[in-house]
């Protein structure tokens, strides 16, 4: 089964930790062994993701309305579900919590 492989693949295969639960998001923190870590969600922040994600000086990122592998559609330009919100509400990238600690939120 797939759930099988996931749970025995989670530490080896990047794919099966590429969900964050934004309605238990404590049991993604504690869980996840490459998602939480590369977004730099963690309380022990890594200065060195934090180094390189302000020296880029331009990126293109892609989103489609037809998409059926990123949910939401939104997490291609970095977007993502409001923690703890049951409704789903889209945060965009400007407003995360991620970008506003980098300190590059201009609203």
Partial sequence: PVWLAMCCMKHDA??????KDP???????????YLADLNN???QKNATYKERILSVDSLTL??????????????????FY????PA????????????????????
């Fill in 14 to 19: 990047s794919f099966a930790q590429y969900w």
């Fill in 23 to 33: 309605l238990d998001y404590s049991k993604y923190l504690a869980q996840s062994v």
């Fill in 41 to 43: 969600e963690r309380a």
């Fill in 62 to 79: 892609v989103q489609s309305s037809a998409d059926k592998i990123l949910v939401p559609r939104e997490t291609g330009w970095w977007g």
């Fill in 82 to 85: 409001k923690i703890g919100d």
């Fill in 88 to 107: 789903l509400s889209i945060v965009p990238l400007e407003r995360t919590q991620q970008y506003t600690e980098v300190g590059r939120c201009a609203t």
